[in-house]
């Protein structure tokens, strides 16, 4: 079965990192872009960071651009954000998603994984 399973949430306080990792498996990520979204408490989802399929090109929202940086691991397989300097509006459900080629649309979704920044 095709999956993407997110990892590395948790409760922080204000100020603190995390690293959350996304699993691909199922089927062929390696040339997919790779995402990032969330999804705060009464809010619409909204787009954190994407990263291509070679990991040569990454985009951030402006809300984390300078805090959260994205990386793909040497096998194309696993997809991370590291999330620094937190703040309490940074609160959300974090999903990957994968957007295959000839890209524009993302197919696939995990579950997601909690981040909760305490103040």
């Known amino acids: 079965q095709v999956r993407l399973v997110e990892s590395g949430g948790g409760l922080v306080q204000a100020g603190g990192s995390l690293r959350l990792s996304c699993a691909a498996s199922g089927r062929t990520f390696s040339r997919d872009t790779m995402g990032w979204f969330r999804r705060a408490p009464g809010k619409e989802r909204e787009f954190v960071s994407a990263i291509n399929w070679n990991g040569g090109n990454t985009v951030y929202a402006a809300a984390v651009k300078g805090r959260f940086f994205i990386s793909r691991d040497s096998a194309m397989n696993t997809v991370s954000l590291q999330m620094n300097s937190l703040k309490p509006d940074d609160t959300a459900v974090y999903y990957c998603?994968?957007?295959?080629?000839?890209?524009?649309?993302?197919?696939?979704w995990g579950q997601g994984t909690q981040v909760t920044v305490s103040s």
């Open positions: 998603a994968s957007d295959s080629p000839p890209y524009g649309h993302y197919n696939y």
